[in-house]
């Protein structure tokens, strides 16, 4: 397929803005098999669904996880976190409830190659910092500080919209 075929098929539809998460990071995970299991086990048994789960590649045997919860579970993962750094001997757990995920939704995202280049240069000549970053077919979502939410929505939908 020639990528501007995959330009003209992309259809961009909506910029919206979700306040209701917070990003927990577990710090100095040993990366070794089975952690990650131990980690989301021990969420699910205090009733906590994660998403976008991102394991950052580190140097020495150890790697940051991070991901987002609702913040109506936050106490609850933070428990269930603290005792697993504990028992994983991990380095810590950090927490941000002051974040929001600023999302672009179309068609076939993953096919415009051209948007999240777009997207990211947008957010940043406005000063829009990027914590974590998740895309699919549909939606390309970046978590970013709250206070910069309506800034990066505004940017995108003057860019794409």
Same mark, same amino acid.
């Given at each position: 397929?020639?990528?501007?075929?995959?330009?003209?098929?992309?259809?961009?539809?909506?910029?919206?803005?979700?306040? +209701?998460?917070?990003?927990?990071?577990?710090?100095?995970?040993?990366? @070794?098999?089975?952690?990650?299991?131990?980690?989301?086990?021990?969420?699910?048994?205090?009733?906590?669904?994660?998403?976008?789960?991102?394991?950052?590649?580190?140097?020495?045997?150890?790697?940051?996880?991070?991901?987002?919860?609702?913040?109506?579970?936050?106490?609850?993962?933070?428990?269930?976190?603290?005792?697993?750094?504990?028992?994983?001997?991990?380095?810590? @757990?950090?927490?941000?409830?002051?974040?929001?995920?600023? +999302?672009?939704?179309?068609?076939?995202?993953?096919?415009?190659?051209?948007?999240?280049?777009?997207?990211?240069?947008?957010?940043?000549?406005?000063?829009?910092?990027?914590?974590?970053?998740? +895309?699919? +077919?549909?939606?390309?979502?970046?978590?970013?500080?709250?206070?910069?939410?309506?800034?990066?929505?505004?940017?995108?939908?003057?860019?794409?919209?």
């Amino acid at each position: 397929m020639n990528p501007q075929d995959a330009l003209c098929t992309t259809k961009l539809s909506d910029v919206r803005i979700d306040h +209701s998460s917070a990003r927990i990071t577990l710090l100095g995970v040993p990366d @070794v098999p089975g952690v990650a299991a131990k980690i989301f086990t021990a969420l699910a048994g205090r009733g906590v669904g994660v998403e976008m789960i991102v394991q950052n590649n580190m140097r020495g045997g150890i790697t940051d996880v991070g991901f987002l919860v609702a913040k109506e579970c936050l106490n609850n993962a933070i428990e269930a976190c603290r005792q697993v750094v504990k028992a994983i001997d991990a380095q810590g @757990v950090s927490f941000n409830t002051e974040i929001a995920r600023v +999302s672009l939704l179309g068609e076939n995202l993953s096919r415009a190659i051209d948007i999240p280049a777009k997207m990211f240069s947008a957010l940043a000549e406005a000063q829009v910092n990027i914590e974590m970053i998740v +895309s699919n +077919s549909y939606d390309i979502t970046c978590v970013v500080a709250a206070n910069s939410a309506e800034t990066a929505a505004a940017v995108l939908r003057e860019k794409f919209l």
